[in-house]
């Protein structure tokens, strides 16, 4: 068990770009979330994944935003077109199904958009 | 509109004392609470949970408090230690998917 591993740990980006995250989570693990966090916030949702499929998404992640899992394994976060706004710490965690056990976070993405 | 509200951003307390985190709840519908703690450049760290059907959970020196009516929860540590300075998390979910809603944060601060 290694954990959950998030890649990149630091993002810097230019307004317009794209960026895209992984996120490794921990292997036997069937259910995936991405979250994201702003400074004095808590975490807050964006998508969930049960295995390879996405079964729910947050009104946070506007169409700029998607997440894929391709075979249920790692995932990717993708953002176009990034705005200054976006600057956040992006967050993933897994867990094995039931929400009592919590969810394993990984140290997460911090993306600046400048 | 918060649906978990942790009140206070900041709570100090002496080495060996209690500390007693507070949460407040608005949706009835919410039949799990946890606890997430977090220090810098981290992401949080699961502590300790409940289901709404219980009224305590205890684990080592974290003892989570229910009370449904009033829709309040709350973490108590015991004794508080140094290595226990965090931010701490209240989150919440309904049902089996595991959508957790997270409160704002308190950050614990505890002196030797």
């Known amino acids: 068990d290694t954990g959950v591993s998030q890649d990149p740990r630091h993002k810097i980006t230019k307004r317009g770009q794209n960026v895209t995250f992984r996120c490794d989570p921990i292997s036997e693990h069937n259910r995936l979330y991405w979250y994201r966090q702003t400074l004095g916030q808590g975490p807050e949702f964006l998508t969930y994944f049960q295995n390879e499929a996405q079964l729910e998404k947050s009104r946070l992640l506007s169409d700029r935003f998607s997440a894929e899992r391709p075979k249920g394994s790692f995932s990717t976060l993708e953002i176009q077109r990034t705005e200054q706004g976006d600057s956040a710490m992006y967050l993933c965690?897994?867990?094995?199904?039931?929400?009592?056990?919590?969810?394993?976070f990984g140290s997460g993405t911090r993306l600046t958009v400048v | 509109d918060q649906q978990v509200k942790q009140n206070s951003p900041s709570l100090s307390v002496q080495e060996g004392r209690i500390s007693i985190l507070n949460c407040d709840y608005t949706n009835s519908m919410f039949d799990y609470f946890l606890w997430y703690k977090k220090y810098p450049a981290e992401g949080p760290t699961f502590l300790i949970s409940i289901s709404s059907i219980k009224d305590k959970n205890e684990d080592g020196r974290f003892t989570v408090f229910l009370n449904k009516s009033a829709k309040h929860l709350s973490l108590h540590i015991v004794p508080s230690q140094p290595g226990d300075s965090a931010v701490y998390f209240c989150?919440?979910?309904?049902?089996?998917?595991?959508?957790?809603?997270f409160g704002k944060g308190t950050k614990l601060s505890v002196k030797p």
């Open positions: 989150a919440a979910t309904g049902g089996s998917q595991g959508n957790l809603i």
């Open positions: 965690a897994s867990s094995r199904g039931h929400p009592i056990y919590g969810y394993t």
